[in-house]
Structure formats: structure tokens, C-alpha cells
């Protein structure tokens, strides 16, 4: 091929580089905001501009000379901007390759102006052939090190294909006095640099794929749970807007089920994090296994996931599906070898006939599902108007139990417990009790559910456990009276690994003897995690703290606990007490349970005395304690030394001989 066929295939590669360049960097500053990859742009651009200028320049005209220069150092700022964009902690390298471009630039500016004035001599261009020779080769030095220290593939790419066409710059003078004799070397050099330009043309192309992919992928994580792969909550809220204008256009209807799961957050806290967020996967699989394909599926808190069924407007339906859905999780479940079972509590609501927007249908859903916790766990339930209120509501109030501790607005009574052996008051239970600025002195059963659901029982039972302990000591100060108080750790509790180092510090700070202190926990939070239990319970039996089982026959395999749990003492619940005068029944198995306690060396107490017969049948049937209305209600704390030690009002108890003690009750 002749050498000007050569070369004028090597300026139709580098047109046709050039325009492909220039309209990536256009594309470059709409898919990519970074501003290290916008200057590699601007750069291309001056360098089109700079290639597009040369020819004019090389024929002795000053304009387009002027315009070769100044491209080439705009081109020269872009370039350095941005590898020090992509290399911002370099402070020095960058101070450097600015000193190296500001020598560039003001070579070029003097050429200019002797071009304009004249024309430079040779001994000039020589002078300024070295100066560029010196500033390209520092910058692909810098570009071939900004190449190894690259955060991405994208910079280390561009920084190697940049240093190489700075080193083809600084032998391109060769060049063009090898050109006119067209010698070999000539088209070798033209041919190195067609293939350059090339190959930057291409290496842009693929980072800014490489780039649009990047994005699209972190888009997808940003909108993604990274735990479920299931949306989150922002963007499910605007493909739920999407599917209601769907809905609205073609007339249909749409259903949403908001699931909570049961007792999740105990699972978390007695099994660890790890197999909290195996159950979350799969719960979320079984989700994407059950809901048929349209049906949308996200996880918007902790524990609460929401389907949608687009095209169901019938509330039967919608509850067969929201039931289909609940019955899928209820299936065992296997994490780490171990059984776990787990349930959700859904509510449902419906478009149009609940709600027209996606904010008021998720949280009406949600309203329902809370609801349906409350009164029939397991069983979905659809949205009512009267919901709404008591939503709110609760929302106030867990508002306002978040700042009740720093506020002091928690305290604790306590309930006296009537010794049958010796007719006086020897133990007292803490109960929580809320003074609400609103609405009075609460009992805990007001909010003790809501403490749970929202993990404040933790702090709240710390907190109990701390003032118990005080408040029994300044009265254990103040009385030659021996007492104990109980206090009851719930399940929350029991999974915190710092619970037995609460009890210590409680037990140090205050002075209170171990041996004054009862920790009593219930069936339904020791069955949650027996071997989690146990371990608590035994290493606060070795502090010297005694331990009651609350709550004794309501929750499951109540007799296989006495042998499972170091315990020393039962509390019979309420339940069993209240119908005994009527009931055979009751008393039957009220007399089992206190002879099976007996026998195994337990104390036995009996809660929810309200009658002097049910006093009377319980100390004839060997029962050693009871508490309950008829002993007397909860009390504050400043009665503790005068109630300690002392017979309740109107009640005494005569000892007799025989094994059997006889209540006589007293007007009083």
C-alpha cells in the first residue's frame, strides 16, 4: 500500500476515533455525575477539537494554530483534574502535576504568541518540543501510576490509555519531521497513534457501560433488602402507586396484606442475629413461593412484610389469600439444625373501598394486622373505620413510653405475699406501674404488650429490677422484718446476655443479700428457649437468688419444667384460684399441683386470693403462700418496712398442731 494511502486511512481511523470519542464524552456527562470521569469527557472533547485544528495549524495558519494550542492545554487541565479526582488523598502528586501542566500551558502560550507575532525560529520550537517533551512524560507517568492505584476498573482502564497517548505525544515532534520524507518510521508512529485513539474510543465505551451497569446494580441494591432480596419500603410504596393507577384506570380492585411476624424479635435475641436473618430469607422465599406471579411482596421494618395482590377487590378473597399466605409461614422451620416455628399476624385492606393512596392503604393494613395481634393472633383480619383511632392511639402511647423512663414516670408497687405458716407478711412482688400526665396511674397490663412489641420491656425490666432491690434495702433498714422481693423477668429479658450481670450489679449497688432477692419468670417465656433458660436460672441460683416459676399450669408441658428448670418455688396462676369454691374441678387440681410442689421441696404460692374460702381451702391444703386483693393490693414503696413482717388487716392465722393450719378471720 502507498504511504499516502496509508495515511489517509490512519486520518480516516482517527476522524472516525475522534467522532466516536466526542460522542461518548457527550454521553459521558448524562450517565455519569462523577467528577474525575466528567473531566476525562471534557478532555476527549478538547482533544477532537485539538485533532479537528492540527491539519489548519500545520498549514501556517495563526487562527487555527492559536486554537491547536489552547485545545491541547485545555485538554492538558481535564486530564489532570481527573486523575486527581481519582486520587484526592495524593495531595502531593497533584501539587506536582499541576506545576508539570502549568509549565505545558505556558509553553504553549509563549508558541502561540510567536506565531501570532511572526513565527518561532527553530531554536524555539526546539525549546518548546523539550518543555512538552518533559510535561507528557511526566503526565504518563502520572496516569500509568494513577493506573495501579485505581479504585475501579474504570480508572485504571482510562488511566492506562491516557499515559500511553501522553507517551505517543511526546515522540509525535519525530513525527512530524519524519512525515514529509515519508519514511517507514512515520507511518509506524501515525499507525501507534490511530491505534491509540482507537483503543481509548473503545476502553471509554466499555467503562461507560461498565458505569450504567455499576449504577443500575447499586439501584438495585439501594431499593432491595439486603437480607430478603425483597423491595424495601420507598420503592415498594411506588410500585404500590404504580399498581393502584393501574388498578384506577382499568377499574379494578386491589388487595394488601400487611404480616407481622409473632414473637420474632425474642427469636432474634435468644437464638442470635445470624438466625434471625435466616428466618427473614425464609420467610421471604416462601413469600415469592406462595404469591402468584403480579403479586407484589416487600419487607418494610424489622419484622413486618406486606403482599399485594393486584385485580382482588372481594374481602373473601383477599382473606383466603392473606390465609393462604399466614399458612405458608406457620410450616416448621430449620435453622442451625434446630426447629423453629414462626407465625404472622396479617391485616388486610382493600382498593378502592379502604383507601386510595398507597401511604393511608399500607398504614390501614397495618392498623388491621395490630388488631388482629391483639384479639385472635394467626388469623387475618380485614380493615374497619374503628381501627384508625385506636391505631393512633397506640401510636401516641408508644411515643410517650419511650420517654417515660427519662421522664420518671415509672414506678413500682408493690403486692404484699402472706406467709400460711407463720400468718405474716414475708415477700412483696415489684410491679411496674405508669403515670401517664393524661390518663393517671396504669396498671402494667395497659402497656406491658406494647413494651414488648417495641423491645422498651428490656429497659423497662432493667429498670424495675435496679429500684426493687433499692427500695427493698432502705426498708430492709428501717425494719428488723426479714423479706423478699420478687421480680419478673420476661422473655426479652431471659434472651439478653446481660441479664445475669444485671441482677449482680443491682444486687451490688444497692447492698440488697441475694438471698432477699426472688427472680420469677413465666411458662410461656421459659419455653420460648429451655436451654437458654436454664443456664440463666442456674447461674442466678449460684449468686444466691432464689427462683419461681409465674404463672404455673397455663403454659405447655407445665409438669416436665419442674424437671427441666432449677426452680424453688411455683406460683399457681389466678385461673385455678378464682372458681374453686364452685368448681370440684379446680379444687381437685388445686391439691394436686400443691401436693406435687410439696413433694419435689418447692414453695408454693397461690395467686389471686380474693376470698377468705379460697384462703381457707388453700392453707387446709398445705399451700405455704398467697397474694391476691384479699391479702392486699399493691402498695409503694414507703410502706414496704411498715407492711414487712406484720399480719394483714382482718385476717390472722392460728397454728395448730396438727399439719393443717385454721384461718380465723377478724372484723376489721
Not at 148 to 170: I, Y
Not at 355 to 368: E, Q, R, V
Not at 396 to 407: D, G, H, N, T
Not at 412 to 428: A, E, H, K, M, N
Request: glycine letters at 8%; one cysteine or more.
Amino acid at each position: 500500500m502507498p504511504v499516502s494511502s496509508a495515511y489517509s486511512t490512519l486520518d480516516l481511523l482517527g476522524s472516525i476515533s475522534t467522532a466516536t470519542g466526542t460522542a461518548i464524552a457527550l454521553g459521558a456527562t448524562r450517565i455519569d455525575s462523577a467528577p474525575g470521569f466528567r473531566s476525562f469527557a471534557g478532555a476527549w472533547a478538547a482533544i477532537a477539537v485539538h485533532l479537528l485544528a492540527r491539519p489548519a495549524a500545520a498549514a501556517g495558519e495563526p487562527g487555527w494554530l492559536v486554537l491547536d494550542v489552547l485545545s491541547g492545554a485545555t485538554a492538558g487541565a481535564f486530564l489532570i483534574h481527573g486523575a486527581s479526582a481519582w486520587e484526592p488523598e495524593r495531595a502531593r502528586r497533584r501539587a506536582g502535576s499541576a506545576v508539570a501542566y502549568a509549565v505545558f500551558a505556558l509553553s504553549c502560550a509563549i508558541q502561540s504568541t510567536l506565531v501570532v507575532v511572526g513565527g518561532p525560529d527553530g531554536d524555539s520550537i526546539a525549546i518548546f518540543r523539550t518543555l512538552r517533551l518533559f510535561v507528557v512524560t511526566a503526565l504518563a507517568f502520572h496516569f500509568t501510576r494513577a493506573a495501579r492505584h485505581g479504585e475501579s476498573v474504570s480508572a485504571r482502564v482510562l488511566s492506562w490509555a491516557f499515559g500511553a497517548l501522553a507517551a505517543l505525544s511526546a515522540v509525535s515532534p519525530l513525527a512530524e519531521d519524519l512525515r514529509p520524507g515519508g519514511a517507514l518510521a512515520t507511518l509506524l508512529l501515525n499507525s501507534a497513534a490511530a491505534m491509540v485513539w482507537m483503543a481509548l474510543a473503545l476502553s471509554m465505551a466499555g467503562c461507560l457501560l461498565e458505569e450504567r451497569t455499576h449504577r443500575r446494580a447499586s439501584r438495585a441494591r439501594s431499593e432491595s433488602d439486603d437480607v430478603t432480596g425483597l423491595s424495601l419500603r420507598a420503592p415498594f410504596e411506588q410500585q404500590l402507586d404504580a399498581a393502584l393507577a393501574r388498578a384506577r384506570l382499568q377499574g379494578e380492585g386491589l388487595a394488601l396484606a400487611f404480616l407481622d411476624l409473632d414473637r420474632f424479635r425474642t427469636l432474634n435475641e435468644s437464638m442470635g442475629h445470624g438466625a434471625g436473618d435466616a428466618v427473614l430469607l425464609e420467610v421471604a422465599d416462601r413469600m415469592r413461593r406462595t404469591l402468584p406471579q403480579g403479586a407484589l411482596a416487600a419487607r418494610v421494618g424489622g419484622d413486618e412484610f406486606v403482599a399485594v395482590w393486584p385485580g382482588v377487590s372481594d374481602s373473601t378473597e383477599a382473606l383466603r389469600l392473606a390465609g393462604e399466605l399466614s399458612s405458608s409461614l406457620a410450616a416448621p422451620m430449620y435453622v442451625n439444625g434446630q426447629e423453629v416455628l414462626i407465625s404472622a399476624t396479617a391485616g388486610v385492606s382493600l382498593f378502592p373501598k379502604d383507601a386510595g393512596d398507597a401511604a393511608t392503604l399500607l398504614d390501614h393494613a397495618h392498623a388491621a394486622a395490630y388488631r388482629t395481634k391483639e384479639r385472635s393472633p394467626g388469623q387475618p383480619r380485614l380493615y374497619n373505620a374503628d381501627m384508625t383511632g385506636r391505631s393512633r392511639r397506640e401510636l401516641s402511647m408508644e411515643m410517650r413510653l419511650r420517654r417515660a423512663l427519662s421522664l420518671n414516670e415509672l414506678w413500682v408497687y408493690y403486692q404484699p405475699r402472706l406467709s400460711l405458716t407463720t400468718g405474716r407478711i414475708d415477700g412483696f412482688e415489684a410491679l411496674v406501674r405508669w403515670l401517664h400526665p393524661s390518663e393517671g396511674l396504669l396498671a402494667a397490663a395497659a402497656f406491658i404488650d406494647l413494651a414488648e412489641s417495641t423491645g422498651l420491656v428490656v429497659p423497662i425490666g432493667r429498670f424495675v429490677l435496679r429500684r426493687a432491690c433499692q427500695d427493698a434495702q432502705e426498708a430492709r433498714a428501717l425494719t428488723s422484718a426479714d423479706f423478699t422481693v420478687a421480680v419478673n423477668l420476661s422473655a426479652q429479658q431471659l434472651a439478653d446476655p446481660q441479664i445475669v450481670d444485671d441482677v449482680r450489679r443491682a444486687l451490688r449497688e444497692t447492698g440488697l443479700p441475694a438471698k432477699a432477692l426472688e427472680i420469677e419468670v413465666t411458662e410461656t417465656a421459659a419455653m420460648y428457649d429451655i436451654g437458654q433458660t436454664r443456664g440463666v436460672l442456674e447461674r442466678l441460683r449460684e449468686m444466691g437468688v432464689s427462683v419461681a416459676l409465674d404463672d404455673f399450669g397455663t403454659g405447655h408441658s407445665a409438669l416436665g419444667y419442674l424437671k427441666e428448670l432449677p426452680v424453688d418455688r411455683l406460683k399457681i396462676d389466678k385461673c385455678f384460684v378464682r372458681d374453686l369454691v364452685s368448681d370440684a374441678k379446680d379444687r381437685f387440681l388445686l391439691r394436686a399441683v400443691i401436693a406435687l410442689g410439696r413433694a419435689r421441696g418447692l414453695q408454693v404460692t397461690a395467686e389471686g386470693v380474693e376470698d377468705p374460702r379460697q384462703l381457707r381451702f388453700l392453707a387446709a391444703a398445705g399451700c405455704h403462700h398467697v397474694q391476691g386483693y384479699l391479702i392486699g393490693t399493691a402498695r409503694p414503696a414507703l410502706e414496704l418496712a411498715r407492711l414487712a413482717g406484720q399480719a394483714p388487716e382482718g385476717i390472722s392465722v392460728r397454728l395448730p398442731r396438727r399439719r393443717k393450719s385454721r384461718l380465723r378471720l377478724v372484723a376489721g
